[in-house]
């Protein structure tokens, strides 16, 4: 073998050592650039939304129906809020032992209505009566200026006019916490606000992002109290007068 032909070989197999890993790191990254897409779409992939309170602007239209026919006010700023509350037409939310009222919110805002006010309460009750533990209130009466704030950060929040606007500022609306919730208290709930939605006492939906169920209270809800309270009684009573809210689902006029 020449000097040439032994140096040739030298040459040609320090190019080959050069040039393999290159190959295998081009094929491995080929290999990834294949897979991960994939992957990354199986991650992403989400978990069907379809709870059993659902909301819907079908829904935030009777709310909305249902405080012009009381012609209530939607309150614009702290100033009317204050005259309401001097007025007695909001009263305070308070906490007992079925009921806890979140941290953030102000002095101010634990105020509704008072048949939302009972209604709140009621549920804190049976829901401690069933267990031992307090329900959570994280929202009540807001104000125009407080809504538009929440939507500047929350495209889910509802406008501050219109027939889909926030129940929250007429005082009939509250929001109670679902976060923590076991699958048998989420259920228990549940079926308690399916109940009473069904006799044209509230218009619930379950939030998805905002961890909270959104519950507006009619006025009837108080007649409903002042009898003996029981679902039956209540379903009888239907068969004789018209809701003041239309149940979900029912044609309207």
Avoid at 4 to 21: D, G, H, K, Y
Wanted: with cysteine.
């Amino acid at each position: 073998m020449t000097r040439r032909s032994i140096i040739s070989a030298v040459v040609a197999i320090l190019i080959a050592t050069v040039l393999m890993p290159a190959q295998s790191f081009a094929a491995h990254a080929y290999s990834r650039s294949k897979i991960r897409p994939s992957i990354r779409r199986a991650r992403i992939r989400r978990v069907p939304w379809n709870p059993l309170l659902k909301g819907s602007r079908e829904s935030m239209i009777r709310q909305n129906e249902e405080i012009d026919r009381l012609s209530l006010v939607r309150i614009q700023n702290d100033a009317e809020l204050d005259e309401l509350i001097g007025q007695n037409q909001l009263v305070p939310i308070s906490e007992l032992p079925g009921l806890h009222i979140a941290g953030n919110l102000k002095p101010n805002r634990r105020y509704s209505k008072p048949w939302t006010r009972d209604f709140v309460q009621d549920l804190g009750d049976a829901y401690y009566d069933e267990f031992g533990i307090p329900i959570q209130l994280t929202s009540a009466v807001r104000t125009a200026d407080q809504q538009k704030k929440l939507r500047r950060h929350n495209r889910n929040a509802a406008p501050i006019e219109g027939d889909t606007a926030s129940s929250h500022l007429a005082g009939l609306t509250v929001d109670i916490g679902k976060r923590g919730l076991s699958k048998k208290q989420h259920k228990w709930i549940e079926s308690y606000f399916a109940k009473l939605r069904d006799l044209g006492l509230i218009e619930v939906a379950e939030e998805r992002r905002q961890q909270c169920f959104h519950v507006m209270v009619s006025e009837r809800y108080s007649d409903w109290r002042q009898g003996d309270g029981s679902f039956e009684s209540a379903n009888a009573a239907r068969t004789d007068q018209p809701s003041a809210i239309p149940v979900a689902g029912a044609s309207q006029p």
